[in-house]
């Protein structure tokens, strides 16, 4: 069977009453290009790793992160509904085409970009698979919004031997007038180098609500935190699977082409929390949900898309995957600590 | 500074006395050029993804091994020093040219091949990072003969959002008559895909005796293994970092490119070995022996490249990386057992 054109894809799924007209036909495929040109530059980065040692590779690190950081703005450029931008590395909201003010050239579909051009700084070198982080919100800002509403994609470039792509898209408050039933889907695209096209081959990406593998991030925390070490013997003691690429893409990815999973990344008062709420836990949260999965906080149990953004450098903790695998690792990591 | 060119760095390391030219002139060349091959068929291999379940998937993946194994097979042809091989996909000593038979058209140089075509097939439906293993022996056969004299080269084609390799060679026994001294090197070049000329980008990959990583393979073992779980426990307790992808090519890449580390693939009584000694265990054996590392049987505690490889299909458990933090393992996970 051949895989379905992106295009068509997103047509059977979104409104047809054109009020996500701009994000099918110019922000979802602008951006998607941006992640083959960042797969494209990280591929030929050999030609500035100078020879020698982890220093002078640290300073081609920076280079390929400021490279896709710009690769993805000027991919903004081309979308005047992507209003205001973010990102890791400039963790800022600005306006994105500051010259057209006019309220005759606003478009009618507005929305905020939050991205991390280039996720798995930590596995980079040794030429692991690693990803861009795209979270998009409607409206000017992605501050002080519901997540669980105001979040309507979230895109995850999977950059590996091959280049793919994850998409979860949610569309609870579409247009009243429209008849369409509010959208919740999570699907995997794959790019054809040879003709720069992207096709999606997993239509619907779904975790099943149990799982035998898990990737327990942040492990040292377990030396101070028995929650957490007992948690990790008990998976050990049932036989699960450990997969744990210390990149978040890689490893949500490998939970939903596996169909389940379990990533634990706890907080304890030894170890603060380290992953960015706009930039990592929001599009995560939002893509595990999609797929069926749960993402909540490992403090005390909520869920991550429960909590609205406050600023862009808020950071916290992440328990997410297969719903009841979830439930019960939280469940364990809540109760011990009582 | 620019990386230095794949010929010139091979010709600096080994003999000058004509003993190698076969190896530097064709064999090493012509393999690399089939991993940047198997790169590219890999990138391109959505076009075969059925749309779908894990299933069809499955079936793509086969693909995926046979295509790389042709590619392999097909790069032999052009090299006549290549005289025998074997793969894990057809584990069968064969001669590579049935016809050259005549002892007038046998070369100088002879080498037998063993290769993994495509290491890490638990991963690679994640995109994650996965790899070529290629193990290069000296005279017509890789079997009864001391690993440590008789493979003289181990290649680890590296899949991933690069296409880079990791080389080690070893030639003790160069001809009498050479001034050169004996050779034992680890280096890491990258594939430059514009002009599909590869480059050395890290000359000299070296193992630090301690390591603050680990790689601990078939972790289920643990819950049965009090002295695997014990281990575990320590590190966890000393805080190392986690890095486990599942992968040998990638884990064992990880710890050349950070400059230390411990994988350990133990081996017990409800878990039997798994890895392959001539397409998994030799080369691996070698490539960390030239960093500098260790890599021994965790059974015995035995130098993996010590004991000769008997049949094609003999397998092994493996424990490798930093020498002190291999020895510390391996003492830890002997003593308890006895």
């Given at each position: 069977?051949d895989?379905?054109p992106?295009?068509?894809h997103?047509?059977s799924?979104?409104p047809?009453?054109?009020t996500r007209?701009a994000l099918?036909?110019?922000?979802?495929?602008r951006l998607?290009?941006?992640i083959?040109a960042?797969?494209?530059?990280?591929?030929?980065?050999?030609?500035?790793i100078?020879?020698?040692?982890?220093?002078?590779f640290?300073?081609?690190q920076?280079?390929v992160?400021?490279?896709a950081e710009?690769?993805i703005?000027?991919a903004?450029l081309?979308?005047p509904s992507?209003v205001?931008?973010?990102s890791?590395?400039?963790p800022?909201?600005r306006?994105?085409h500051?010259h057209?003010?006019?309220?005759?050239?606003?478009?009618?579909?507005q929305?905020?970009?939050a991205?991390?051009p280039?996720?798995?700084?930590?596995i980079?070198?040794?030429?692991?698979t690693?990803?861009t982080i795209?979270?998009?919100?409607?409206?000017p800002?992605?501050?002080?919004?519901?997540?669980s509403?105001?979040?309507?994609a979230?895109?995850?470039?999977v950059?590996?031997?091959?280049?793919?792509a994850i998409?979860a898209?949610?569309t609870?408050?579409?247009?009243?007038s429209s008849?369409?039933?509010?959208v919740?889907t999570?699907f995997?695209?794959?790019?054809?180098?040879a003709?720069?096209t992207?096709?999606?081959t997993?239509?619907n990406?779904s975790?099943a609500?149990r799982s035998?593998?898990?990737?327990p991030?942040n492990?040292?925390?377990a030396g101070?935190?028995?929650?957490?070490?007992?948690?990790?013997?008990?998976?050990i003691?049932?036989r699960?699977s450990?997969?744990?690429a210390?990149g978040?893409?890689p490893?949500?990815v490998?939970?939903l082409v596996q169909g389940?999973?379990?990533?634990v990344n706890?907080?304890t008062?030894q170890?603060?929390?380290?992953l960015r709420r706009l930039?990592?836990?929001c599009p995560?949260a939002?893509?595990v949900e999609?797929?069926g999965?749960?993402?909540?906080?490992?403090?005390?149990g909520?869920?991550?898309?429960?909590k609205e953004?406050?600023?862009?450098?808020?950071?916290?903790?992440?328990?997410?995957?297969?719903?009841?695998?979830?439930?019960?690792?939280?469940?364990?990591?809540?109760?011990k600590?009582?």
């Amino acid at each position: 069977m051949d895989a379905i054109p992106l295009d068509t894809h997103l047509r059977s799924l979104l409104p047809q009453d054109g009020t996500r007209d701009a994000l099918i036909t110019s922000v979802i495929p602008r951006l998607l290009q941006s992640i083959a040109a960042v797969a494209d530059a990280l591929r030929q980065s050999h030609n500035v790793i100078a020879v020698g040692t982890a220093n002078t590779f640290g300073d081609h690190q920076l280079n390929v992160d400021v490279t896709a950081e710009n690769l993805i703005r000027n991919a903004m450029l081309d979308c005047p509904s992507i209003v205001t931008a973010s990102s890791e590395e400039d963790p800022v909201e600005r306006r994105v085409h500051p010259h057209s003010s006019s309220p005759s050239s606003s478009p009618t579909e507005q929305y905020t970009l939050a991205f991390d051009p280039l996720d798995g700084s930590s596995i980079i070198s040794a030429n692991w698979t690693v990803g861009t982080i795209f979270s998009l919100w409607d409206g000017p800002s992605a501050l002080n919004q519901p997540p669980s509403t105001a979040q309507t994609a979230a895109i995850l470039g999977v950059l590996g031997p091959r280049t793919t792509a994850i998409i979860a898209l949610r569309t609870p408050n579409c247009s009243p007038s429209s008849s369409q039933e509010p959208v919740q889907t999570c699907f995997e695209l794959s790019l054809d180098p040879a003709t720069a096209t992207w096709h999606v081959t997993r239509p619907n990406l779904s975790l099943a609500p149990r799982s035998t593998y898990f990737s327990p991030a942040n492990l040292r925390v377990a030396g101070e935190d028995h929650a957490y070490m007992s948690l990790l013997t008990e998976y050990i003691a049932r036989r699960y699977s450990l997969r744990y690429a210390g990149g978040l893409v890689p490893d949500i990815v490998h939970m939903l082409v596996q169909g389940q999973g379990l990533y634990v990344n706890p907080v304890t008062a030894q170890s603060r929390a380290k992953l960015r709420r706009l930039y990592e836990l929001c599009p995560m949260a939002m893509v595990v949900e999609c797929a069926g999965g749960m993402a909540v906080d490992p403090v005390d149990g909520s869920r991550v898309l429960e909590k609205e953004v406050g600023h862009c450098g808020e950071k916290g903790g992440l328990v997410c995957g297969s719903a009841t695998a979830v439930e019960e690792a939280v469940g364990r990591l809540l109760e011990k600590r009582d």
